[in-house]
């Protein structure tokens, strides 16, 4: 026989969910500014992740587009932007090839990066690589033509929530844009 059909519900003040809002808003507005200081030292990956996470932390509110900075910019819609603008400046370049890796250059704004963490094809499989100080290496398949290397950065940054279960939560909801 199957089991009984039940449904559970649970009741949450408004208030209980109005603090978690606030809060969430509070952490991403902490997370912008933290994310243009670890800009302005050339890190990038740290400085993309925080505009992410602000991102999502302010696509999790209820009114998503009522979030806004001091100068009054919408940052639901403004986030996704400087993001574009970071990645805009990245350049990277061919540095040198031997048997086991590429060796690639990158620069923000002209100037080497200190860090920066990164997806690759080695010509079988996704990696990861990351950038320090200009130098990102890609170790490929000897087989790979090295014609083109697809490089996509990570900036949702899965791997260092460092159990952040709130934030985990949230960016397995809101889609990656």
Same mark, same amino acid.
């Given at each position: 026989?199957?089991?009984?059909?039940?449904?559970?519900?649970?009741?949450?003040? %408004?208030?209980?969910?109005?603090?978690?809002?606030?809060?969430?808003?509070?952490?991403?507005? *902490?997370?912008?500014?933290?994310?243009?200081? $670890? /800009?302005?030292?050339?890190? !990038? +990956?740290?400085?993309?992740?925080?505009?992410?996470?602000?991102?999502?932390?302010?696509?999790?509110?209820? @009114?998503? *587009?009522?979030?806004?900075?001091?100068? *009054?910019?919408?940052?639901?819609?403004? $986030?996704?932007? =400087?993001?574009?603008?970071?990645?805009?400046?990245?350049?990277?370049?061919?540095?040198? %090839?031997?048997?086991?890796?590429?060796?690639?250059? &990158?620069?923000?704004?002209?100037?080497?990066?200190?860090? /920066?963490? &990164?997806?690759? @094809?080695?010509?079988?499989?996704?990696?990861?690589?990351?950038?320090?100080?200009?130098?990102?290496?890609?170790?490929? $398949?000897?087989?790979?033509? *090295?014609?083109?290397?697809? !490089?996509?950065? +990570?900036?949702?940054?899965?791997? =260092? $929530?460092? @159990?952040?279960?709130?934030?985990?939560?949230? !960016?397995?909801?809101?889609?990656?844009?």
């Amino acid at each position: 026989s199957a089991p009984p059909k039940c449904v559970m519900r649970a009741w949450v003040e %408004r208030s209980v969910v109005d603090t978690m809002y606030s809060r969430r808003i509070d952490r991403a507005k *902490g997370l912008i500014v933290s994310a243009k200081e $670890l /800009l302005s030292e050339q890190k !990038l +990956d740290m400085a993309i992740r925080s505009y992410y996470w602000a991102y999502a932390l302010i696509r999790s509110v209820k @009114n998503p *587009g009522s979030v806004k900075d001091e100068s *009054g910019r919408i940052l639901v819609d403004y $986030l996704p932007l =400087v993001i574009e603008d970071i990645m805009s400046d990245i350049e990277v370049s061919y540095a040198r %090839r031997d048997d086991v890796g590429v060796d690639m250059y &990158f620069t923000y704004k002209g100037k080497p990066i200190k860090s /920066l963490n &990164f997806f690759y @094809n080695d010509g079988r499989d996704k990696c990861d690589s990351s950038v320090k100080d200009g130098y990102g290496n890609l170790r490929i $398949l000897p087989t790979h033509s *090295g014609d083109y290397y697809h !490089l996509e950065i +990570d900036y949702e940054a899965r791997n =260092v $929530l460092n @159990n952040d279960k709130d934030l985990e939560q949230i !960016l397995k909801i809101v889609p990656k844009r």
